[in-house]
């Protein structure tokens, strides 16, 4: 099962730009890994589309896409032809892959409980650890709370940098200031008790 914090777990899956993806050839880079159910299906092409416009600002930040189902290359490469999809599409049909990432099995359908792919996504960082995970997705907004995920990264990494701290430095020696004319009005205070 999927974890944040612990190394996502490695794999080699037939990609539907030709050869095989493995985790591994990303190594250095974060990885969005999405899991969906069936290429050519409305929501699924409404999240293939968002991911796709999506990638530009992704790759600024040195971010791959990533799209996972159980359809063949064939329909793979017939769906990223149709929509224009800029991203590899890696075909798990035995599902391996996808039950490890918890992307397959029981799941809920208008009321039915059925086992499949359950839409979800995987953010893993650069060191190859898990940094977000989407157990249950929607596809409306969802691409753009990825990419806001993969901004928070890049702010995480850029805060051990002090500005905030030098802001307020100003504020500290403000107060020693605004301390010596209490003191100032304690002098003749204590000259009176003598």
């Known amino acids: 099962m999927i974890e944040v914090g612990k ?3 490695a794999f080699a899956l037939e990609s539907s ?6 985790l591994a050839d990303h190594a250095g880079k974060r990885v969005v ?5 069936r290429d050519n299906t409305p929501g699924c092409t409404i999240e293939a589309q968002d991911f796709r416009d999506t990638l ?5 930040r040195d971010t791959v896409v990533l799209g996972v189902s159980g359809d063949s290359i064939a329909s793979h490469c017939k769906f990223r032809d149709k929509f224009s999809l800029t991203f590899p599409l890696l075909t798990d049909p035995d599902t391996k892959m996808m039950t490890t990432y918890g992307a ?12 499949g792919i359950i839409r979800s996504t ?3 960082d650069t060191d190859g650890t898990v940094a977000r995970h989407w157990p249950k997705v929607s596809v409306k907004g969802h691409a753009a709370a990825v990419l806001d995920a993969v901004k928070a990264l890049d702010t995480d990494e850029a805060a051990p940098v002090p500005a ?8 500290a020696k403000k107060k020693p200031a605004a301390a010596k004319k209490p003191a100032a009005k304690k002098k ?5 008790k003598r």
């Open 56 to 60: 530009p600002e992704l790759a600024k």
């Open 164 to 171: 905030a701290k030098t802001k307020k430095k100003p504020a």
């Open 17 to 22: 730009d030709g050869g095989t993806v493995r």
């Open 33 to 37: 890994l999405y899991f969906y159910p």
């Open 122 to 124: 995987v953010l893993i």
């Open 188 to 192: 003749p205070a204590a000259k009176k």
């Open 104 to 115: 397959y099995g029981d799941k809920v359908l208008y009321g039915k409980k059925t086992r």
């Open 7 to 9: 190394k996502a777990p």
